[in-house]
Protein backbone atom coordinates (compact mmCIF):
# COMPACT_ATOMS: atom_id res chain seq x y z
CA UNK A 1 0.00 0.00 0.00
CA UNK A 2 1.20 3.35 -1.05
CA UNK A 3 1.91 6.28 1.91
CA UNK A 4 -0.17 9.20 2.41
CA UNK A 5 0.96 12.04 0.48
CA UNK A 6 3.01 14.76 2.01
CA UNK A 7 5.32 17.60 1.49
CA UNK A 8 8.45 15.67 2.66
CA UNK A 9 8.92 13.17 -0.83
CA UNK A 10 9.21 16.32 -3.52
CA UNK A 11 11.34 17.77 -0.87
CA UNK A 12 13.61 15.00 -0.29
CA UNK A 13 13.48 14.11 -4.19
CA UNK A 14 14.49 17.73 -4.64
CA UNK A 15 17.37 17.25 -2.28
CA UNK A 16 18.43 14.02 -3.90
CA UNK A 17 18.59 15.64 -7.36
CA UNK A 18 20.82 18.39 -6.64
CA UNK A 19 22.91 16.38 -4.62
CA UNK A 20 23.30 13.92 -8.36
CA UNK A 21 23.52 17.25 -10.10
CA UNK A 22 26.57 18.24 -8.07
CA UNK A 23 28.24 14.54 -8.58
CA UNK A 24 27.78 15.04 -12.22
CA UNK A 25 29.53 18.32 -12.76
CA UNK A 26 32.10 18.07 -10.12
CA UNK A 27 35.03 17.01 -11.24
CA UNK A 28 34.66 17.50 -15.18
CA UNK A 29 36.68 14.64 -16.81
CA UNK A 30 38.95 14.94 -19.46
CA UNK A 31 37.23 14.90 -23.24
CA UNK A 32 39.01 10.76 -24.22
CA UNK A 33 39.00 8.60 -27.30
CA UNK A 34 35.73 7.97 -27.90
CA UNK A 35 34.06 11.27 -26.99
CA UNK A 36 36.57 13.17 -29.30
CA UNK A 37 35.26 10.61 -31.82
CA UNK A 38 31.31 12.04 -31.25
CA UNK A 39 32.85 15.52 -31.40
CA UNK A 40 34.87 15.11 -34.88
CA UNK A 41 32.19 13.88 -36.76
CA UNK A 42 29.55 16.62 -35.10
CA UNK A 43 31.57 18.97 -36.64
CA UNK A 44 30.74 18.31 -39.95
CA UNK A 45 27.81 19.30 -42.65
CA UNK A 46 24.95 17.63 -40.95
CA UNK A 47 23.86 15.41 -44.18
CA UNK A 48 27.93 14.40 -44.57
CA UNK A 49 27.65 13.29 -40.60
CA UNK A 50 24.68 11.51 -41.32
CA UNK A 51 26.66 9.37 -44.14
CA UNK A 52 30.07 9.72 -41.99
CA UNK A 53 28.22 7.49 -39.27
CA UNK A 54 26.33 4.95 -42.22
CA UNK A 55 29.14 3.93 -43.45
CA UNK A 56 32.33 4.43 -40.69
CA UNK A 57 29.94 3.97 -37.69
CA UNK A 58 28.07 1.32 -35.67
CA UNK A 59 25.83 3.61 -33.82
CA UNK A 60 22.14 4.97 -34.22
CA UNK A 61 21.87 8.53 -35.85
CA UNK A 62 20.01 9.84 -32.59
CA UNK A 63 23.17 10.66 -30.33
CA UNK A 64 24.93 12.36 -33.53
CA UNK A 65 22.12 14.63 -33.96
CA UNK A 66 22.03 15.79 -30.41
CA UNK A 67 25.54 16.75 -30.56
CA UNK A 68 25.32 17.95 -33.82
CA UNK A 69 22.96 20.79 -32.74
CA UNK A 70 24.84 21.21 -28.85
CA UNK A 71 28.19 22.05 -30.40
CA UNK A 72 26.48 24.72 -32.43
CA UNK A 73 24.12 25.77 -29.54
CA UNK A 74 27.37 25.50 -26.77
CA UNK A 75 30.39 24.72 -28.33
CA UNK A 76 33.14 22.20 -27.75
CA UNK A 77 34.29 22.74 -24.47
CA UNK A 78 34.81 19.47 -21.91
CA UNK A 79 31.63 20.94 -20.26
CA UNK A 80 29.73 22.05 -23.18
CA UNK A 81 29.75 18.77 -25.51
CA UNK A 82 28.37 17.04 -21.90
CA UNK A 83 25.44 19.23 -21.52
CA UNK A 84 22.94 16.83 -23.14
CA UNK A 85 24.41 13.87 -20.90
CA UNK A 86 24.06 16.22 -18.14
CA UNK A 87 20.74 17.10 -18.70
CA UNK A 88 19.41 13.69 -19.09
CA UNK A 89 21.45 12.19 -16.68
CA UNK A 90 20.23 14.15 -13.93
CA UNK A 91 15.91 14.15 -15.01
CA UNK A 92 17.24 9.95 -14.59
CA UNK A 93 16.72 10.79 -11.09
CA UNK A 94 13.51 11.86 -10.66
CA UNK A 95 12.25 9.52 -13.47
CA UNK A 96 13.74 6.36 -11.70
CA UNK A 97 11.49 7.99 -8.40
CA UNK A 98 8.23 7.39 -10.86
CA UNK A 99 9.63 4.34 -11.80
CA UNK A 100 10.00 2.64 -8.45
CA UNK A 101 6.72 4.36 -7.25
CA UNK A 102 4.85 3.04 -10.19
CA UNK A 103 6.14 -0.45 -9.20
CA UNK A 104 6.28 -0.41 -5.51
CA UNK A 105 5.91 2.58 -3.66
CA UNK A 106 7.05 5.87 -2.52
CA UNK A 107 9.41 4.89 0.29
CA UNK A 108 11.22 2.58 -2.71
CA UNK A 109 10.99 5.59 -5.09
CA UNK A 110 12.88 7.90 -2.68
CA UNK A 111 15.44 4.84 -1.55
CA UNK A 112 16.06 4.46 -5.82
CA UNK A 113 16.15 7.67 -7.08
CA UNK A 114 19.54 8.10 -4.07
CA UNK A 115 20.66 5.26 -5.22
CA UNK A 116 21.00 6.70 -9.04
CA UNK A 117 21.76 9.69 -7.41
CA UNK A 118 25.30 8.33 -6.22
CA UNK A 119 25.39 5.46 -8.31
CA UNK A 120 29.48 5.44 -9.88
CA UNK A 121 28.00 4.23 -13.10
CA UNK A 122 25.10 6.63 -13.85
CA UNK A 123 27.80 9.71 -12.98
CA UNK A 124 30.16 8.55 -15.21
CA UNK A 125 27.96 8.47 -18.39
CA UNK A 126 25.72 11.74 -17.45
CA UNK A 127 29.26 13.72 -17.57
CA UNK A 128 30.42 11.93 -21.07
CA UNK A 129 29.52 13.30 -24.27
CA UNK A 130 28.42 10.06 -25.88
CA UNK A 131 25.09 8.15 -25.56
CA UNK A 132 24.86 6.00 -22.71
CA UNK A 133 23.28 8.51 -20.40
CA UNK A 134 20.43 8.82 -23.17
CA UNK A 135 20.29 4.76 -23.40
CA UNK A 136 19.14 4.68 -19.49
CA UNK A 137 16.90 7.52 -19.90
CA UNK A 138 15.04 5.80 -22.50
CA UNK A 139 15.03 2.23 -20.80
CA UNK A 140 13.31 3.89 -18.37
CA UNK A 141 10.83 5.59 -19.76
CA UNK A 142 10.22 1.91 -21.69
CA UNK A 143 9.98 0.45 -18.04
CA UNK A 144 7.63 3.16 -17.24
CA UNK A 145 4.83 2.99 -20.47
CA UNK A 146 5.33 -0.99 -19.63
CA UNK A 147 3.95 -0.76 -16.41
CA UNK A 148 1.62 2.06 -16.96
CA UNK A 149 0.36 -0.16 -19.40
CA UNK A 150 0.08 -3.63 -17.69
CA UNK A 151 -1.64 -1.56 -14.91
CA UNK A 152 -4.28 1.05 -16.41
CA UNK A 153 -4.07 -0.25 -20.13
CA UNK A 154 -4.38 3.64 -21.54
CA UNK A 155 -3.57 4.34 -25.21
CA UNK A 156 -1.16 7.42 -23.66
CA UNK A 157 0.73 4.78 -21.63
CA UNK A 158 1.11 2.52 -24.55
CA UNK A 159 1.92 5.21 -26.56
CA UNK A 160 4.88 5.99 -23.76
CA UNK A 161 6.05 2.84 -24.54
CA UNK A 162 5.97 2.42 -28.33
CA UNK A 163 7.82 6.19 -28.61
CA UNK A 164 10.73 5.54 -26.04
CA UNK A 165 10.99 2.00 -27.56
CA UNK A 166 11.70 3.55 -30.85
CA UNK A 167 13.71 6.27 -28.92
CA UNK A 168 15.89 3.10 -27.17
CA UNK A 169 16.67 2.22 -30.79
CA UNK A 170 17.89 4.98 -32.31
CA UNK A 171 20.69 5.51 -29.43
CA UNK A 172 22.08 2.29 -29.43
CA UNK A 173 21.19 -1.07 -31.23
CA UNK A 174 22.13 -2.98 -28.11
CA UNK A 175 19.09 -1.77 -26.06
CA UNK A 176 16.88 -4.39 -28.60
CA UNK A 177 18.24 -6.67 -25.51
CA UNK A 178 16.42 -4.47 -23.22
CA UNK A 179 13.22 -4.67 -25.55
CA UNK A 180 13.28 -8.78 -26.00
CA UNK A 181 13.04 -8.36 -22.15
CA UNK A 182 9.94 -6.76 -22.02
CA UNK A 183 7.97 -7.95 -25.01
CA UNK A 184 8.85 -11.41 -23.02
CA UNK A 185 6.90 -10.69 -20.09
CA UNK A 186 4.04 -9.09 -22.33
CA UNK A 187 3.89 -12.15 -24.10
CA UNK A 188 4.13 -14.47 -20.84
CA UNK A 189 1.55 -12.02 -18.96
CA UNK A 190 -0.79 -12.74 -22.01
CA UNK A 191 -0.20 -16.59 -21.89
CA UNK A 192 -1.00 -16.80 -18.33
CA UNK A 193 -4.09 -14.81 -18.80
CA UNK A 194 -5.71 -16.53 -21.51
CA UNK A 195 -4.55 -19.85 -19.89
CA UNK A 196 -6.80 -18.94 -16.96
CA UNK A 197 -9.50 -17.66 -19.52
CA UNK A 198 -9.31 -14.04 -17.77
CA UNK A 199 -11.26 -11.49 -20.12
CA UNK A 200 -8.10 -9.00 -19.80
CA UNK A 201 -5.52 -11.14 -22.00
CA UNK A 202 -7.29 -10.25 -25.06
CA UNK A 203 -7.35 -6.03 -23.68
CA UNK A 204 -3.94 -6.49 -23.32
CA UNK A 205 -3.50 -7.94 -26.68
CA UNK A 206 -5.38 -4.44 -28.09
CA UNK A 207 -3.14 -2.39 -26.16
CA UNK A 208 0.41 -4.58 -27.36
CA UNK A 209 -0.25 -5.14 -31.13
CA UNK A 210 -0.76 -1.64 -31.58
CA UNK A 211 1.88 -0.05 -29.62
CA UNK A 212 4.37 -2.72 -31.25
CA UNK A 213 3.30 -1.99 -34.70
CA UNK A 214 3.91 1.96 -33.90
CA UNK A 215 7.17 1.10 -32.74
CA UNK A 216 7.98 -0.74 -35.65
CA UNK A 217 6.65 1.99 -37.82
CA UNK A 218 9.06 4.27 -36.34
CA UNK A 219 11.92 2.42 -36.45
CA UNK A 220 11.15 1.56 -40.65
CA UNK A 221 13.30 4.52 -41.72
CA UNK A 222 16.32 4.01 -39.53
CA UNK A 223 16.37 -0.10 -40.97
CA UNK A 224 18.33 0.33 -44.04
CA UNK A 225 20.88 2.83 -42.49
CA UNK A 226 21.26 -0.25 -39.57
CA UNK A 227 21.64 -2.52 -42.53
CA UNK A 228 24.24 -0.61 -44.21
CA UNK A 229 26.30 -0.74 -40.93
CA UNK A 230 25.79 -4.09 -40.10
CA UNK A 231 27.13 -4.70 -43.27
CA UNK A 232 30.15 -2.93 -42.95
CA UNK A 233 30.88 -3.57 -39.67
CA UNK A 234 30.77 -7.25 -40.79
CA UNK A 235 33.13 -6.53 -43.44
CA UNK A 236 35.65 -4.78 -41.42
CA UNK A 237 38.73 -6.43 -40.63
CA UNK A 238 38.71 -5.44 -37.17
CA UNK A 239 34.68 -5.59 -36.12
CA UNK A 240 35.50 -2.64 -33.51
CA UNK A 241 37.50 0.41 -32.74
CA UNK A 242 40.66 -0.48 -30.71
CA UNK A 243 38.97 2.16 -27.73
CA UNK A 244 35.73 -0.48 -27.66
CA UNK A 245 38.55 -3.14 -25.54
CA UNK A 246 37.16 -3.39 -22.18
CA UNK A 247 39.19 -2.51 -18.73
CA UNK A 248 39.59 -4.67 -15.83
CA UNK A 249 42.17 -7.02 -15.46
CA UNK A 250 40.98 -9.99 -18.10
CA UNK A 251 42.67 -10.04 -21.44
CA UNK A 252 40.78 -13.17 -22.43
CA UNK A 253 38.89 -13.31 -25.79
CA UNK A 254 36.03 -15.79 -24.29
CA UNK A 255 33.87 -14.28 -21.37
CA UNK A 256 35.29 -15.44 -18.17
CA UNK A 257 33.76 -16.07 -14.51
CA UNK A 258 36.01 -12.76 -14.01
CA UNK A 259 34.52 -10.79 -16.50
CA UNK A 260 30.95 -11.74 -15.42
CA UNK A 261 31.36 -10.51 -11.86
CA UNK A 262 33.63 -7.40 -13.11
CA UNK A 263 30.37 -6.01 -15.14
CA UNK A 264 28.11 -6.72 -11.84
CA UNK A 265 30.63 -4.58 -9.95
CA UNK A 266 30.71 -1.87 -12.44
CA UNK A 267 27.04 -1.76 -12.13
CA UNK A 268 27.06 -0.97 -8.62
CA UNK A 269 30.22 0.32 -8.00
CA UNK A 270 31.66 1.65 -10.95
CA UNK A 271 34.94 1.39 -12.66
CA UNK A 272 37.95 0.96 -10.63
CA UNK A 273 41.66 -0.24 -10.69
CA UNK A 274 42.39 -3.61 -11.85
CA UNK A 275 43.89 -4.57 -8.28
CA UNK A 276 40.89 -3.28 -6.73
CA UNK A 277 38.84 -5.20 -9.01
CA UNK A 278 40.61 -8.50 -8.37
CA UNK A 279 39.59 -7.96 -4.80
CA UNK A 280 36.43 -6.73 -5.06
CA UNK A 281 35.47 -9.90 -7.69
CA UNK A 282 36.95 -11.84 -4.71
CA UNK A 283 33.90 -11.76 -2.83
CA UNK A 284 31.44 -13.40 -4.80
CA UNK A 285 30.81 -15.99 -3.10
CA UNK A 286 29.31 -13.17 -0.63
CA UNK A 287 27.31 -12.25 -3.11
CA UNK A 288 25.84 -15.52 -3.94
CA UNK A 289 25.52 -16.53 -0.51
CA UNK A 290 23.24 -13.43 -0.49
CA UNK A 291 20.91 -13.93 -3.36
CA UNK A 292 20.61 -17.15 -1.81
CA UNK A 293 19.49 -15.78 1.42
CA UNK A 294 17.03 -13.66 -0.80
CA UNK A 295 15.28 -16.25 -2.90
CA UNK A 296 11.78 -16.61 -2.42
CA UNK A 297 11.67 -13.27 -0.55
CA UNK A 298 9.53 -10.02 -2.14
CA UNK A 299 8.06 -11.96 -5.73
CA UNK A 300 5.53 -9.70 -7.50
CA UNK A 301 4.68 -9.05 -10.84
CA UNK A 302 6.37 -6.10 -10.16
CA UNK A 303 9.45 -7.94 -9.05
CA UNK A 304 9.21 -10.61 -11.68
CA UNK A 305 9.35 -7.80 -14.35
CA UNK A 306 12.71 -6.12 -13.07
CA UNK A 307 14.67 -9.48 -12.43
CA UNK A 308 13.50 -9.87 -16.30
CA UNK A 309 14.99 -6.64 -17.25
CA UNK A 310 18.28 -7.44 -15.68
CA UNK A 311 18.53 -11.29 -16.40
CA UNK A 312 17.51 -11.24 -20.27
CA UNK A 313 19.74 -8.57 -21.59
CA UNK A 314 22.56 -9.86 -19.36
CA UNK A 315 22.16 -13.42 -20.67
CA UNK A 316 21.85 -11.85 -24.19
CA UNK A 317 24.79 -9.64 -24.03
CA UNK A 318 26.44 -13.12 -22.54
CA UNK A 319 25.46 -14.90 -25.77
CA UNK A 320 27.02 -12.20 -27.84
CA UNK A 321 30.09 -12.22 -25.90
CA UNK A 322 30.73 -15.92 -26.46
CA UNK A 323 30.77 -14.53 -30.11
CA UNK A 324 32.57 -11.14 -29.84
CA UNK A 325 34.06 -10.89 -26.42
CA UNK A 326 33.89 -6.73 -26.56
CA UNK A 327 30.42 -7.46 -26.70
CA UNK A 328 29.60 -8.07 -23.46
CA UNK A 329 30.86 -4.58 -21.80
CA UNK A 330 28.10 -2.98 -18.99
CA UNK A 331 28.16 -0.03 -21.52
CA UNK A 332 26.53 -1.57 -24.31
CA UNK A 333 23.37 -3.26 -21.69
CA UNK A 334 23.40 -0.34 -19.13
CA UNK A 335 19.75 -0.41 -19.18
CA UNK A 336 19.79 -3.46 -16.72
CA UNK A 337 21.62 -0.18 -14.40
CA UNK A 338 18.08 1.05 -13.23
CA UNK A 339 16.02 -1.89 -12.67
CA UNK A 340 19.16 -3.53 -10.66
CA UNK A 341 19.25 -0.11 -8.52
CA UNK A 342 15.40 -0.25 -8.57
CA UNK A 343 15.39 -3.81 -7.06
CA UNK A 344 17.85 -2.96 -4.49
CA UNK A 345 15.94 0.04 -3.36
CA UNK A 346 12.85 -2.25 -2.80
CA UNK A 347 14.81 -5.06 -0.61
CA UNK A 348 16.01 -2.43 1.69
CA UNK A 349 12.60 -0.23 2.28
CA UNK A 350 10.58 -3.59 2.24
CA UNK A 351 12.15 -6.37 4.21
CA UNK A 352 13.30 -4.89 6.86
CA UNK A 353 10.59 -3.88 9.36
CA UNK A 354 11.48 -0.95 11.09
CA UNK A 355 11.69 2.69 9.93
CA UNK A 356 15.57 3.18 11.65
CA UNK A 357 16.54 -0.71 9.89
CA UNK A 358 15.82 0.66 6.58
CA UNK A 359 17.33 3.87 6.84
CA UNK A 360 20.33 2.42 8.19
CA UNK A 361 20.72 -0.10 5.11
CA UNK A 362 19.84 2.30 2.73
CA UNK A 363 22.12 4.67 4.17
CA UNK A 364 24.95 1.93 3.98
CA UNK A 365 23.87 0.74 0.12
CA UNK A 366 24.15 3.98 -0.65
CA UNK A 367 27.84 4.67 1.48
CA UNK A 368 29.45 1.85 0.16
CA UNK A 369 28.42 3.15 -3.35
CA UNK A 370 29.85 6.70 -2.75
CA UNK A 371 32.99 5.35 -1.69
CA UNK A 372 33.23 3.68 -5.23
CA UNK A 373 32.55 6.55 -6.72
CA UNK A 374 34.80 8.47 -5.30
CA UNK A 375 37.53 5.94 -5.87
CA UNK A 376 36.22 5.51 -9.67
CA UNK A 377 36.82 9.66 -10.21
CA UNK A 378 39.71 10.48 -8.87
CA UNK A 379 41.90 7.11 -8.54
CA UNK A 380 44.88 8.08 -10.96
CA UNK A 381 45.32 3.99 -11.52
CA UNK A 382 41.43 3.47 -12.99
CA UNK A 383 41.88 2.64 -16.27
CA UNK A 384 39.03 3.93 -17.37
CA UNK A 385 40.84 7.32 -16.68
CA UNK A 386 42.71 9.28 -19.85
CA UNK A 387 43.87 13.00 -18.76
CA UNK A 388 44.33 13.74 -22.23
CA UNK A 389 44.11 17.32 -21.38
CA UNK A 390 46.71 17.54 -18.95
CA UNK A 391 49.14 15.72 -21.47
CA UNK A 392 48.62 18.42 -24.36
CA UNK A 393 48.29 21.34 -21.65
CA UNK A 394 52.15 20.08 -20.89
CA UNK A 395 52.85 20.32 -24.67
CA UNK A 396 51.58 23.60 -25.40
CA UNK A 397 52.90 24.91 -22.26
CA UNK A 398 56.74 23.80 -22.73
CA UNK A 399 56.45 23.62 -26.72
CA UNK A 400 58.56 26.45 -28.79
CA UNK A 401 58.90 26.81 -32.60
CA UNK A 402 60.67 23.68 -33.86
CA UNK A 403 58.88 21.59 -31.71
CA UNK A 404 57.33 18.81 -33.05
CA UNK A 405 54.64 15.84 -31.07
CA UNK A 406 54.74 12.27 -32.36
CA UNK A 407 51.64 10.67 -30.86
CA UNK A 408 50.78 6.51 -30.72
CA UNK A 409 48.57 4.86 -31.65
CA UNK A 410 47.47 6.97 -34.74
CA UNK A 411 44.04 6.90 -33.59
CA UNK A 412 44.57 9.77 -31.28
CA UNK A 413 44.67 11.96 -34.20
CA UNK A 414 40.94 12.75 -33.16
CA UNK A 415 42.02 13.98 -29.73
CA UNK A 416 44.95 16.16 -31.50
CA UNK A 417 42.33 17.66 -33.58
CA UNK A 418 40.64 18.29 -30.46
CA UNK A 419 42.76 19.68 -28.25
CA UNK A 420 44.49 21.60 -31.22
CA UNK A 421 48.41 21.46 -29.67
CA UNK A 422 50.68 24.24 -30.29
CA UNK A 423 53.28 22.36 -32.42
CA UNK A 424 53.19 19.96 -35.47
CA UNK A 425 51.49 16.88 -34.66
CA UNK A 426 52.35 13.54 -36.62
CA UNK A 427 51.60 9.73 -35.85
CA UNK A 428 54.00 7.16 -35.40
CA UNK A 429 53.07 4.53 -38.02
CA UNK A 430 54.71 1.27 -38.02
CA UNK A 431 57.25 1.18 -40.98
CA UNK A 432 57.31 4.57 -42.04
CA UNK A 433 60.42 7.14 -41.06
CA UNK A 434 59.42 9.76 -38.58
CA UNK A 435 59.35 13.61 -39.47
CA UNK A 436 63.42 14.70 -39.69
CA UNK A 437 64.48 17.19 -36.80
CA UNK A 438 65.76 20.73 -37.16
CA UNK A 439 66.84 21.54 -33.72
CA UNK A 440 63.99 21.39 -31.71
CA UNK A 441 62.60 18.90 -29.50
CA UNK A 442 60.56 15.92 -29.73
CA UNK A 443 57.59 14.86 -27.48
CA UNK A 444 56.11 11.84 -27.68
CA UNK A 445 52.85 11.06 -26.32
CA UNK A 446 51.35 8.28 -26.41
CA UNK A 447 48.06 6.03 -24.50
CA UNK A 448 46.68 2.78 -25.05
CA UNK A 449 49.91 0.87 -24.08
CA UNK A 450 48.67 -1.98 -22.31
CA UNK A 451 47.73 -3.24 -26.19
CA UNK A 452 50.79 -4.75 -27.30
CA UNK A 453 51.09 -3.40 -30.44
CA UNK A 454 50.72 -0.10 -28.85
CA UNK A 455 53.69 -0.83 -27.10
CA UNK A 456 55.98 -2.46 -29.68
CA UNK A 457 55.13 0.78 -32.05
CA UNK A 458 56.01 2.73 -29.33
CA UNK A 459 59.21 0.73 -28.74
CA UNK A 460 60.19 1.03 -32.14
CA UNK A 461 59.77 4.95 -32.11
CA UNK A 462 62.47 5.74 -29.58
CA UNK A 463 64.76 3.33 -31.22
CA UNK A 464 64.49 5.23 -33.97
CA UNK A 465 64.94 8.55 -32.34
CA UNK A 466 68.14 7.11 -30.34
CA UNK A 467 69.61 6.28 -33.56
CA UNK A 468 69.29 9.66 -34.39
CA UNK A 469 71.26 11.04 -31.36
CA UNK A 470 67.64 12.10 -29.58
CA UNK A 471 67.74 11.10 -25.87
CA UNK A 472 64.96 11.09 -23.26
CA UNK A 473 65.46 14.37 -21.04
CA UNK A 474 62.33 13.90 -19.22
CA UNK A 475 59.31 11.32 -18.84
CA UNK A 476 55.85 12.66 -17.82
CA UNK A 477 52.88 10.74 -16.81
CA UNK A 478 49.13 11.80 -16.74
CA UNK A 479 46.13 9.37 -16.24
CA UNK A 480 47.11 6.51 -18.78
CA UNK A 481 48.87 8.92 -20.82
CA UNK A 482 52.84 9.16 -21.06
CA UNK A 483 54.86 11.63 -22.47
CA UNK A 484 58.95 11.35 -23.26
CA UNK A 485 60.59 14.67 -24.23
CA UNK A 486 63.34 14.25 -26.55
CA UNK A 487 66.20 16.65 -27.34
Known sequence: ???????????????????????????????????????????????????????????????????????????????????????????????????????YDRRAGVAAALLTAVSPIAVWYSAEARMYAFYIFWSL????????????????????????????????????????????????????????????ARRLLAGWLPATAVTLALLLPLMPYAAEQVGNFIGSSDGASASNAPSGGDSQHFVSLYVIMANLVWAMWGYHSDAAMEQLVALWPVGMLVILLLLGRGRSRSTALLVSLVVVPFALAYLLGS?????????????????????????????LRTAKARA????????????????????????????????????????????????????????????????TAVPVRGGVPLPAQHGGRTFL???????????????????????EGRTVRRLEHRENVTIWILQ
Not at 394 to 422: C, K, Q, S, T
Request: hydrophobic fraction near 50%; proline fraction near 6%; aromatic fraction near 10%.
Open 360 to 423: TAIAAIALSMVVGLGDQQFDPSNPRLYDYSGAFRLVNEEARAGDVILFAPGYLEVLVRYYHPAV
Open 141 to 200: LAVLGQARALRRGRWPDWGLFAVASAGLVYTHYFSILQLCAQHMVFAAIVIRRRLKRDRT
Open 1 to 103: MDEPRSLRVPVDLAVIVAVGALLRLVPLRSVWLDEAISIGQARLPYLTMLHDLRSADVHPPLWGSVLWLDIRVFGEGPLAVRVPSLIVGILSIPLVYLVAREL
Open 323 to 351: KQRTFFELRYFISVLPPLLILTARAATSW
Open 445 to 467: MASYLDNPDNASLVGQALAQLDT
